[in-house]
T-cell receptor
Framework: AQTVTQSQPEMSVQEAETVTLSCTYD???????LFWYKQPPSRQMILVIR??????QNATENRFSVNFQKAAKSFSLKISDSQLGDAAMYFC??????????????FGKGTKLSVKP | DGGITQSPKYLFRKEGQNVTLSCEQN?????MYWYRQDPGQGLRLIYY???????QKGDIAEGYSVSREKKESFPLTVTSAQKNPTAFYLC?????????????FGSGTQLSVL
């Protein structure tokens, strides 16, 4: 069975600085997708970034980028120029590729990110 | 505006009682999902439906039931067989069979046991 591990329950960053959130996963499959979701205090889940396992290039979305190390099964999220609005729970998630329903995500336990002004 | 509406925002259940959580979407999405979130945990899949009149169990379906009679609606019933129902429940939807389409989430329902 696939598992997703986020080893940092809490992280803190100074406003305008850079922070990296860690995620490792375990799978025997070669085709899969990885995601980072943000859950602000409103508790609504928001997709931050997505990575297809077959792509070697790391995904980027504005201030958010990932470091995808397939062999090491590592998928970290880097937030540059941190803003107060980035404060939230961040969840790493895994989904099978071929034959996998979009919603069949396996989530890590999350990292609570605080941003200090 | 298109989106997913979950109601109620807060719900209380008495012992032995069944309660139903509502989820409605006007995004014309084929697929809908129910997740459960416990404190300090990620989301876990309860049930999902790829098309009207069809649904499959997720990882923690015991004590729950669903129906999908209309494309826009996917209600979740928490039955008395669910012994630990206190949790935050999130509904989501997506275009089915499209690897590049993201999930859209509702704002959730907090269920507590009296």
């Amino acid at each position: 069975a696939q598992t997703v591990t986020q080893s940092q329950p809490e992280m803190s960053v100074q406003e305008a600085e850079t922070v990296t959130l860690s995620c490792t996963y375990d799978t025997s499959e070669s085709d899969y997708y990885l995601f980072w979701y943000k859950q602000p205090p409103s508790r609504q889940m928001i997709l931050v970034i997505r990575q297809e396992a077959y792509k070697q290039q790391n995904a980027t979305e504005n201030r958010f980028s990932v470091n995808f190390q397939k062999a090491a099964k590592s998928f970290s999220l880097k937030i540059s120029d941190s803003q107060l609005g980035d404060a939230a729970m961040y969840f790493c998630a895994y989904r099978r590729g071929y034959g996998g329903s979009q919603g069949n995500l396996i989530f890590g336990k999350g990292t609570k990110l605080s941003v200090k002004p | 505006d298109g989106g997913i509406t979950q109601s109620p925002k807060y719900l209380f259940r008495k012992e032995g009682q069944n309660v139903t959580l509502s989820c409605e979407q006007n995004l014309n999405h084929d697929a809908m999902y129910w997740y459960r979130q416990d404190p300090g945990q990620g989301l876990r899949l309860i049930y999902y439906s790829q098309i009207v009149n069809d649904f499959q169990k997720g990882d923690i379906a015991e004590g729950y039931s669903v129906s999908r009679e209309k494309k826009e609606s996917f209600p979740l019933t928490v039955t008395s067989a669910q012994k630990n129902p206190t949790a935050f429940y999130l509904c989501a939807s997506s275009i089915a069979w499209s690897d590049y389409e993201k999930l859209f989430f509702g704002s959730g329902t907090q269920l507590s046991v009296l």
